[in-house]
């Protein structure tokens, strides 16, 4: 049962124009919530996050959306660049555990953007 | 550079071995977790330790499987009899203090796992 869930695997954009990620969740108890960029054979690099208590946040070229009645995240960047192409990665988190805060990342399968010059 | 380090980058070994991963977090960082990631799918979560102890141990973390973090510093990840469907990235990450939903956890490079 996939809790986070990115049900475009891939997506191709032209440099310049925007590119929109979408990201579903089915768990309501996740309150905060990630995209990661990953090039092949390294490590996820975080992006940009966002509380749920906010509906949007903004770091330079990339934004984050959160329609959380929806269940919904979006990732936009604008404009976008060759450099961007990669796999990205939605994930969330919610409190779990006992003895102190732990907060485990959900991820999705990731989508695999392309930008074209 | 003061990031989240692996070591070994890559492991080839043949079924039935013993390997250890290391993993160093970023130094301030108390929290530090151990995912892993195969082919097609995101990183899923495997064990989570605050300084020494661990906190929690996913499903997938079959009794092959041992982690520790004796000192609150670095953190070994050990797989005993090697299978194939062992093969994976093995990716570690932390976090800082004081704890909080809004943490972010920083990645490190990963340690691609092949059993032959």
């Known amino acids: 049962d996939q809790q986070v869930k990115q049900n475009s695997p891939s997506l191709s954009v032209q440099e310049g124009r925007i590119s929109i990620l979408n990201c579903d969740y089915t768990?309501?108890?996740?309150?905060?919530f990630l995209w990661y960029k990953k090039y092949p054979a390294e490590g996820p690099t975080f992006l940009i996050s966002?509380?749920?208590?906010?509906d949007k946040n903004e770091d330079g070229r990339f934004t984050v959306f959160l329609n959380k009645s929806a269940k919904h995240l979006s990732l936009h960047i604008v404009p976008s660049q060759p450099g961007d192409s990669a796999v990205y990665f939605c994930?969330?988190?919610?409190?779990?555990?006992?003895?102190?805060?732990?907060?485990?990342?959900?991820f999705g399968k990731g989508t695999l953007l392309t930008v074209n010059p | 550079d003061t990031g989240v380090s692996q070591d070994p980058r890559h492991k080839i070994t043949k079924r039935g071995q013993n390997v250890t991963f290391r993993c160093d977090p970023i130094?301030?960082?108390?929290?530090l977790y151990w995912y892993r990631q195969t082919l097609g799918q995101g990183p899923e979560f495997l064990t989570y330790?605050?300084?020494?102890?661990?906190?929690?141990k996913s499903r997938l973390l079959s009794d092959r499987f041992s982690a520790e973090r004796p000192k609150g510093s670095f953190s070994t990840l050990e797989i005993q009899r090697t299978e194939q469907g062992d093969s994976a990235m093995y990716l570690c990450?932390?976090?800082?203090?004081?704890?909080?939903?809004?943490?972010?956890?920083?990645f490190g490079p990963g340690t691609r796992l092949t059993v032959l």
């Open positions: 990450a932390s976090s800082p203090p004081p704890g909080g939903v809004t943490d972010t956890q920083y």
């Open positions: 768990n309501s108890m996740f309150d905060y």
């Open positions: 966002i509380s749920s208590i906010k």
């Open positions: 994930a969330a988190s919610a409190f779990v555990g006992s003895g102190g805060s732990n907060y485990k990342l959900t």
């Open positions: 130094s301030e960082h108390n929290r």
């Open positions: 330790f605050q300084n020494e102890a661990q906190l929690e």
